[in-house]
């Protein structure tokens, strides 16, 4: 047998093993539910993940909830986008990054004012998606308890989806969730080569 034929016969070997093992797990995966979703990590990329979902949720005519904590008001593309659909609605309540602030009193009540939003969204079972952006963040501060947090998770609509973003999920968060993605920097513009937040890529 020459190469060519036994490079083919390899790969149709491997591609042969890999449809089985897709076919097993298709025949498994037999539950339908929301999901808990969490994307933490130092790496970029979390929060457009979630952005990624919002949009093939609108694709499929899922009612969507957003509340952006610690941002601030500062005009993003992706929200200026979303909001115009009439099935997206969207809150940033946030003061900007903690350094900014240096006000923790400030910060908890803000942070308290948008878990107010948040609740409405989680108890709404219209709302078939909730994106959460940096409340892992606000967990990781303790402006809010994440004790407090997860029984209003677990108490929402059998098939409503939860998105939470942000580093430093803590633990029982990601105890309780369905999904975590750790996402990790390898290299970053800002940081290691002094590049300016980019149009189109941070904002």
Same mark, same amino acid.
């Given at each position: $047998?020459?190469?060519?034929?036994?490079?083919?016969?390899?790969?149709?070997? $491997?591609?042969?093993?890999?449809?089985?093992?897709? +076919?097993?797990?298709?025949?498994?995966?037999?539950?339908?539910?929301?999901?808990?979703?969490?994307?933490?990590?130092?790496?970029?990329?979390?929060?457009?993940?979630?952005?990624?979902?919002?949009?093939?949720?609108?694709?499929?005519?899922?009612?969507?909830?957003?509340?952006?904590?610690?941002?601030?008001?500062?005009?993003?593309?992706?929200?200026?986008?979303?909001?115009?659909?009439?099935?997206?609605?969207?809150?940033?309540?946030?003061?900007?990054?903690?350094?900014?602030?240096?006000?923790? +009193?400030?910060? %908890?009540?803000?942070?308290?004012?948008?878990?107010?939003?948040?609740?409405?969204?989680?108890?709404?079972?219209?709302?078939? $998606?909730?994106?959460?952006?940096?409340?892992?963040?606000?967990?990781?501060?303790?402006?809010?308890?994440?004790?407090?947090?997860?029984?209003?998770?677990?108490?929402?609509?059998?098939?409503?989806?939860? %998105?939470?973003?942000?580093?430093?999920?803590?633990?029982?968060?990601?105890?309780?969730?369905?999904?975590?993605?750790?996402?990790?920097?390898?290299?970053?513009?800002?940081?290691?080569?002094?590049?300016?937040?980019?149009?189109?890529?941070?904002?």
């Amino acid at each position: $047998m020459d190469d060519q034929n036994s490079d083919e016969a390899k790969h149709k070997r $491997m591609t042969e093993r890999r449809n089985a093992g897709y +076919e097993r797990k298709q025949a498994r995966a037999t539950i339908e539910k929301g999901l808990l979703l969490v994307l933490t990590g130092p790496g970029k990329g979390k929060s457009s993940s979630a952005l990624g979902m919002i949009v093939r949720g609108i694709a499929h005519g899922m009612k969507i909830g957003v509340v952006q904590f610690i941002k601030g008001a500062k005009a993003t593309g992706e929200r200026d986008v979303l909001t115009k659909f009439p099935n997206v609605e969207w809150h940033t309540i946030g003061d900007g990054f903690t350094w900014i602030t240096q006000n923790r +009193e400030q910060d %908890i009540a803000t942070a308290k004012r948008a878990w107010d939003q948040a609740r409405t969204f989680i108890e709404d079972p219209s709302y078939d $998606m909730v994106v959460l952006d940096e409340l892992n963040a606000v967990l990781h501060y303790q402006y809010l308890d994440v004790e407090s947090v997860l029984p209003v998770f677990a108490a929402r609509a059998p098939m409503q989806h939860v %998105i939470v973003t942000g580093r430093n999920a803590p633990a029982p968060l990601i105890e309780a969730a369905d999904l975590v993605s750790d996402v990790h920097v390898v290299k970053h513009p800002y940081r290691d080569q002094g590049v300016k937040a980019q149009r189109g890529i941070e904002f």
